[in-house]
């Protein structure tokens, strides 16, 4: 065969190998233990209301505290009997008793029986200090463990307390909005049951700008508007739960960093799954705010704005360019060096979602400088975060022009890359072998010179010493992939011509190229 015609071959083997970016694009469900851990320590899936909102004067409310609570007998005894001044009395009592205790005594409250009854005042419209005492008791009782909030539906509460989204007591109307939340958040069978009974429109109508509601009392609004999108076995009704992307649209140009953070959030949430529900998400526009709020500073804003964005980027390449124009490579190359390390490998994750992408797209991330921190990553990064930045190198070697990995190597991603390959992940170290391959194709592409000078800095890298090793590792999988690749790009018997270009060796021990091995293109290894 010619020169040229081998060398066509070379590509045309190169260049069919396969890729789909679909297939490269990792969404949510492969890391979500670790993320759905973090996430509970950034929002609470059930909240307890124990600050003071005053219903009374100050001073009343100190003359109140000071009076010793009565038992809890005197408390059943008031709440069931039809003395409408000791109901109110005893229910404003457990509300205390409930609110302001480090360890509420939840269980005690709820075996008087008192539950159905409390229920029963939510219904109470000519008496609204009744209704918020009873709303805020309830409140606390379902913030409790599942069984304790269960108790409260089992009750009916739930329709009562989407009534009093309507009500026209602020105090009444948030507190039903904080029971709600907590009652969503105890799990998806509860959650369905309020999205069923009605919450989403009167809930959504609190966030209209002429409402101009308190933004303490808009924060357990878009808590619970949150809860209502989240949990995933089995996810909420997406035809059902779309209805909150206007007001989630608006909610994100707030400046209550809770808001904020409670809205990214619940975006998060209805982002991470099928492309058509990204699409949906991105028709409203919300693409450019979540990237702008990459650049915060709060962590509790960026990391469901950096979660959001993340689950964006892997939909399909289209869905992935309106994050790339919307300026989000800067600001993941920032991340990459954030002092937190779940932020790191969060904007990782995302950057290996770019990846794997359209050769432009990867050009793009080359373009924004992001592979220098991506090499700190590889190096110094916990090991999570190690593992997401190997899959950016990955991904671009499954389809990265050969131009583009030649850039990415001179960047010094192999030393630390090869150095991965050292892992007790099988899983990993196939994938780390599966680029080296692909590395090993770019350059045969580029001829025998080039093949021999990337082995070359494989070697030098320690890459080869470790895929020697990896020849005796338990797995069947590892140990053929070592085993292949040793062969075909690492054996020392070969033909003539392979001899004539191999590298050759000083006095010192130290790898030489002769003037004829160095590659002649534009690019080199």
Same mark, same amino acid.
């Given at each position: 065969?010619?020169?040229?015609?081998?060398?066509?071959?070379?590509?045309?083997?190169?260049?069919?190998?396969?890729?789909?970016?679909?297939?490269?694009?990792?969404?949510?469900?492969?890391?979500?233990?670790?993320?759905?851990?973090?996430?509970?320590?950034?929002?609470?899936?059930?909240?307890?209301?124990?600050?003071?909102?005053?219903?009374?004067?100050?001073?009343?409310?100190?003359?109140?505290?000071?009076?010793?609570?009565?038992?809890?007998?005197?408390? =059943?005894?008031?709440?069931?009997? @039809?003395? %409408?001044?000791? #109901? !109110?009395?005893?229910?404003? &009592?457990?509300?205390?008793?409930? $609110?302001?205790?480090?360890?509420?005594?939840?269980?005690?409250?709820?075996?008087?029986?008192?539950?159905?009854?409390?229920? =029963?005042?939510?219904?109470?419209? @000519?008496? %609204?200090?009744? #209704? !918020?005492?009873?709303?805020? &008791?309830?409140?606390?009782?379902? $913030?409790?463990?599942?069984?304790?909030?269960?108790?409260?539906?089992?009750?009916?509460?739930?329709?009562?307390?989407?009534?009093?989204?309507?009500?026209?007591?602020?105090?009444?109307?948030? #507190?039903?909005?904080?029971?709600?939340?907590?009652?969503?958040?105890?799990?998806?069978?509860?959650?369905?049951?309020?999205?069923?009974?009605?919450?989403?429109?009167?809930?959504?109508?609190?966030?209209?700008?002429?409402?101009?509601?308190?933004?303490?009392?808009?924060?357990?609004?878009?808590?619970?508007?949150?809860?209502?999108?989240?949990?995933?076995?089995?996810?909420?009704?997406?035809?059902?739960?779309?209805?909150?992307?206007?007001?989630?649209?608006?909610?994100?140009?707030?400046?209550?960093?809770?808001?904020?953070?409670?809205?990214?959030?619940?975006?998060?949430?209805?982002?991470?799954?099928?492309?058509?529900?990204?699409?949906?998400?991105?028709?409203?526009?919300?693409?450019?705010?979540?990237?702008?709020?990459?650049?915060?500073?709060?962590?509790?804003?960026?990391?469901?704005?950096?979660?959001?964005?993340?689950?964006?980027?892997?939909?399909?390449?289209?869905?992935?360019?309106?994050?790339?124009?919307?300026?989000?490579?800067?600001?993941?190359?920032?991340?990459?060096?954030?002092?937190?390390?779940?932020?790191?490998?969060?904007?990782?994750?995302?950057?290996?979602?770019?990846?794997?992408?359209?050769?432009?797209?990867?050009?793009?991330?080359?373009?924004?400088?992001?592979?220098?921190?991506?090499?700190?990553?590889?190096?110094?990064?916990?090991?999570?975060?190690?593992?997401?930045?190997?899959?950016?190198?990955?991904?671009?070697?499954?389809?990265?022009?050969?131009?583009?990995?030649?850039?990415?190597?001179?960047?010094?991603?192999?030393?630390?890359?090869?150095?991965?390959?050292?892992?007790?992940?099988?899983?990993?170290?196939?994938?780390?072998?599966?680029?080296?391959?692909?590395?090993?194709?770019?350059?045969?592409?580029?001829?025998?010179?080039?093949?021999?000078?990337?082995?070359?800095?494989?070697?030098?890298?320690?890459?080869?010493?470790?895929?020697?090793?990896?020849?005796?590792?338990?797995?069947?999988?590892?140990?053929?992939?070592?085993?292949?690749?040793?062969?075909?790009?690492?054996?020392?018997?070969?033909?003539?011509?392979?001899?004539?270009?191999?590298?050759?060796?000083?006095?010192?021990?130290?790898?030489?190229?002769?003037?004829?091995?160095?590659?002649?293109?534009?690019?080199?290894?």
């Amino acid at each position: 065969m010619s020169g040229a015609g081998a060398e066509n071959s070379r590509l045309k083997n190169y260049k069919n190998k396969g890729r789909d970016s679909e297939d490269l694009r990792r969404r949510r469900n492969e890391v979500s233990v670790e993320l759905r851990r973090a996430k509970k320590n950034d929002q609470l899936e059930k909240r307890r209301n124990i600050g003071p909102i005053e219903v009374v004067s100050p001073l009343q409310e100190k003359n109140a505290n000071a009076t010793p609570l009565p038992s809890l007998d005197k408390i =059943a005894e008031g709440i069931l009997g @039809d003395d %409408s001044h000791a #109901q !109110f009395y005893c229910t404003q &009592a457990v509300r205390k008793m409930l $609110s302001k205790e480090m360890t509420p005594p939840i269980d005690d409250v709820t075996r008087l029986g008192v539950v159905p009854r409390l229920v =029963a005042f939510l219904a109470a419209e @000519d008496r %609204s200090e009744l #209704q !918020f005492e009873a709303a805020w &008791a309830l409140t606390n009782i379902a $913030s409790g463990t599942s069984a304790q909030t269960r108790l409260v539906v089992k009750y009916n509460a739930v329709g009562p307390f989407i009534r009093l989204l309507s009500s026209n007591s602020p105090n009444v109307c948030e #507190q039903a909005v904080w029971a709600l939340g907590n009652i969503a958040g105890d799990g998806p069978d509860l959650r369905d049951l309020v999205i069923n009974e009605g919450i989403i429109v009167p809930l959504i109508n609190l966030t209209k700008p002429e409402r101009n509601i308190p933004a303490a009392f808009l924060r357990n609004v878009t808590w619970t508007l949150s809860n209502l999108c989240r949990n995933k076995n089995p996810a909420p009704s997406f035809d059902t739960v779309k209805k909150c992307l206007p007001a989630l649209a608006e909610l994100i140009k707030h400046t209550d960093k809770e808001v904020l953070a409670d809205a990214c959030w619940a975006l998060s949430y209805l982002t991470d799954g099928t492309n058509d529900k990204i699409q949906e998400v991105i028709n409203y526009g919300v693409v450019p705010r979540l990237v702008e709020l990459l650049f915060s500073d709060e962590v509790s804003v960026l990391t469901p704005a950096l979660r959001a964005v993340g689950n964006v980027v892997t939909g399909d390449d289209s869905q992935t360019q309106c994050v790339v124009e919307c300026n989000a490579l800067p600001a993941f190359a920032r991340l990459l060096k954030h002092s937190k390390n779940n932020i790191q490998k969060e904007a990782a994750w995302a950057v290996s979602n770019i990846t794997a992408g359209s050769a432009t797209q990867i050009q793009a991330v080359l373009e924004a400088n992001i592979l220098e921190p991506v090499v700190e990553c590889l190096k110094k990064g916990e090991f999570k975060t190690q593992k997401e930045a190997a899959w950016i190198v990955s991904n671009l070697t499954s389809g990265g022009t050969v131009e583009q990995m030649i850039y990415m190597v001179n960047c010094g991603v192999l030393g630390p890359f090869c150095s991965l390959l050292k892992s007790k992940d099988s899983k990993l170290i196939l994938h780390l072998l599966q680029s080296i391959d692909n590395l090993m194709k770019a350059a045969e592409s580029r001829g025998e010179q080039e093949t021999s000078a990337l082995a070359l800095m494989i070697e030098e890298a320690g890459g080869l010493d470790i895929i020697d090793e990896l020849q005796n590792h338990e797995n069947p999988h590892v140990y053929q992939a070592a085993f292949e690749l040793v062969t075909k790009y690492f054996s020392e018997e070969g033909d003539d011509e392979e001899k004539e270009v191999a590298p050759t060796v000083d006095q010192g021990g130290n790898f030489q190229m002769t003037a004829q091995q160095v590659p002649s293109t534009g690019f080199s290894f």
